[in-house]
């Protein structure tokens, strides 16, 4: 059986599931078309200055549906001053793994 969550808890539910630095795997649509798969966290602080993303929202950017994570694919890889954030949107999200269960995502 395919397990469902619904796509307005999706930021809720990976808050709850992943708390603690916990890494989860999420694919979805980028802006040009192409499917994106990441395994990602939340919370890292490693890198952070303090400067861009000002006046955001904790990791939630209101309004555009994207959510800050750190890219552990991207871990160590040098990006330009990127680093390893990146952002997930959550209007295409296809499907999430957290905790060996995988959950796809509906509207």
Known sequence: MIK???RDE???FIRKEAKGGKM???RFTKKDGSIREMTCRLGVKKGVTG???KGWVKDTVKGY???GVY???KEGEIAG???AFRMINLKTLIN???SGKEYVVID
């Open 10 to 12: 999706v930021v809720d």
């Open 81 to 83: 001053k990127k680093g």
């Open 71 to 73: 890219d552990m694919n």
């Open 96 to 98: 999430i793994k957290v």
């Open 24 to 26: 989860f795997a999420v």
């Open 65 to 67: 549906g994207l959510l």
């Open 4 to 6: 469902t969550i619904k």
């Open 51 to 53: 400067r861009g993303r």
